[in-house]
């Protein structure tokens, strides 16, 4: 049977159940370490660099070439409570203001206690990955934009500006909190590249080319010894082919999604046929980092199966191995159905003044949220389906900004398309509800209650500002497809669920709440403050906190936290002296 033939190689990458020993002697070890981090994206890169900061030795492992997701990102971090570019933007924050505006977006998925701590460390990480090389600014867009164009760095890169996410008694108005790192293009790469510099210049070591498929577990007590690791032969032609399918598999993945998954199963032949076996100790701990699970074809169909049709967005390691991983001794998944859908109707910037409605003709959603808002509403509410309807008027000034408004092509380009190739024409609201099968009376209602708001006579029924209704005057009108299946606009989706987390130390539990020793996790890996609603920077700088929080943990093995505290002191204090 043709079993090895690449049509049959799955993408997942395979892992086992954990390997038990009596005790660590057992084990013929290739390698040690104090930390060993499993996974090189954003998260990984900081809980190297901040256990070398806590004096543990560091060795990271990719199975690739590191960066991760985040290399892929808009290399976007949510900041706030207060940051120079806040300020230099002439805007007042404080962590309590973000803190209350982030509980609407995490609906309790991590505690107060958590959320509070995230908006309290918020300007040290910032000031943390400059620190590490990464640059921000405070110069900002004049218009709400799922992304800034180049030349711009600060923004609101979430529902910060709807009323209904707003809090008059903590803020006067509402402050920007994405902060894009300074770069030309997308600004992943040179996010990512600041992070891997700062790994290497700290002193942690790397293993890349290598995929952890096993943990080593102790018996008697359950704690994680190490890792058993496939690492590629160096000098292999193989192996240059597999590096190079990283690169490949990212050109690809948007556009040429079958190609992209091509190059995935290849990598993953690439593996199964060269991989050496080796195993690696882990003296204090191991960190699991290797992103989300969005190219697990079989978590998909279990947790998210409405999902599938989406523009899958992550890196060719985002294969849920970090969860199964943490599942092998004890872990335990959460929120795994919980899914980000990006639908992003803005920028052209007057989109959203349009109408949002169902199949059936009716407004589900207040237009100007954040995409990932509309896109739970949409898929979980309603089926996957929806229309955004505009005028004539609407569509022209639309136009204008994706000619001459410096919109980014990925921008501009499916937003003229659709209002002039793609969208159905009606003459009137009752000419376009015949055309879309929606009941005309239904229709109809939207536009008099909207009308109505439009004009001051009344609230608008969704909540949305004054400064985003739209007076409908007749003539023509345009219903653009914003469902799932539209190829002509793609709806991107991510994974946010992981592995349950000790909240003070990034440890993973098992189900009893208990620590599993020596085993933490962190970034899309582990359940944190990005795993409910996705706002743009938010996973990022859950990575560096997570992260962060994960590496100095695994740098002092067990020890509670409070002794971790005293234990730095002792530190500072002997190395002053000597």
């Known amino acids: 049977m043709a079993t090895n033939s690449k049509k049959h190689i799955s993408t997942i990458n395979p892992v086992g159940a954990a390997l038990e020993v009596q005790s660590a002697d057992e084990i013929q070890w290739a390698d040690s370490s104090d930390v060993v981090v499993v996974g090189w994206g954003g998260a990984g890169a900081s809980a190297a660099i901040e256990a070398r900061e806590q004096g543990a030795e560091v060795l990271v492992i990719d199975r690739f070439s590191g960066g991760g997701a985040s290399v892929l990102s808009g290399g976007v971090v949510y900041a706030g409570g207060g940051t120079k570019y806040q300020k230099e933007a002439g805007f007042e924050d404080s962590p309590e203001a973000m803190a209350a505006y982030l509980k609407h977006e995490v609906n309790g998925v991590v505690s107060d206690e958590t959320l509070a ?227 992003f109707i803005t920028p052209p910037s007057v989109w959203p003044k349009g109408l949002v409605v169902n199949t059936r003709g009716e407004r589900f959603c207040n237009e100007q949220v954040y995409g990932a808002k509309l896109g739970y509403e949409m898929m ?118 992981g592995l349950q987390v000790n909240e003070d130390n990034g440890a993973v539990i098992d189900g009893a709440g208990r620590d599993i020793p020596g085993l933490y996790a962190a970034g899309r890996t582990a359940i944190g403050v990005a795993s409910s609603r996705y706002v743009s920077g938010l996973s990022l700088a859950d990575c560096v906190f997570s992260g962060r929080r994960a590496g100095k943990a695994a740098a002092h093995g067990d020890i509670p936290v409070a002794q971790q505290a005293s234990a730095c002191a002792e530190a500072a204090v002997e190395a002053v002296i000597s």
């Open 380 to 497: 979980e509410k309603q089926g996957g389906k929806a229309w955004l309807i505009i005028d004539s008027k609407l569509r022209r000034q639309a136009a204008w900004q994706c000619l001459f408004g410096g919109l980014w092509a990925f921008q501009s380009m499916p937003a003229l398309a659709l209002m002039y190739k793609v969208a159905v024409k009606g003459k009137s609201v009752a000419d376009l509800a015949q055309k879309l099968q929606m009941d005309a009376a239904v229709l109809q209602r939207q536009f008099d209650k909207a009308n109505a708001a439009a004009r001051g006579e009344a609230e608008d029924a969704m909540g949305k500002s004054q400064d985003m209704r739209h007076e409908f005057k007749g003539g023509s009108l345009f219903a653009i497809d914003i469902s799932i299946n539209q190829k002509m606009f793609p709806l991107a989706v991510l994974s946010l669920g």
């Open 117 to 343: 701590r995230f908006s309290r460390d918020s300007v040290a990480n910032l000031n943390w990955l400059e620190k590490q090389g990464a640059t921000f600014a405070s110069t900002m867009p004049a218009y709400k934009t799922s992304y800034p164009a180049d030349g711009m760095y600060l923004y609101y890169s979430g529902n910060e500006v709807v009323p209904a996410y707003c809090n008059p008694q903590l803020a006067k108005k509402p402050a920007p909190r994405g902060h894009r790192v300074v770069a030309k293009g997308q600004s992943g790469a040179t996010f990512f590249a600041a992070l891997q510099q700062s790994t290497l210049s700290h002193g942690a070591r790397t293993l890349t080319q290598a995929r952890v498929q096993r943990l080593v577990r102790e018996k008697s007590t359950g704690r994680v010894l190490g890792v058993e690791v496939m690492v590629l032969p160096a000098g292999d032609a193989r192996t240059e082919r597999h590096k190079k399918l990283d690169e490949l598999v990212a050109k690809w993945r948007l556009y040429q999604a079958p190609r992209a998954q091509a190059g995935r199963r290849e990598a993953a032949q690439i593996e199964s046929e060269i991989g050496e076996k080796r195993y690696i100790r882990a003296r204090k701990g191991v960190v699991l980092s290797t992103g989300g699970y969005i190219f697990n074809s079989e978590l998909m169909d279990q947790y998210a199966p409405a999902y599938k049709p989406g523009w899958l967005t992550g890196a060719a390691g985002c294969d849920g191995s970090g969860l199964r991983l943490g599942q092998s001794v004890g872990g335990v998944g959460k929120d795994l159905e919980n899914i980000s859908a990006w639908r």
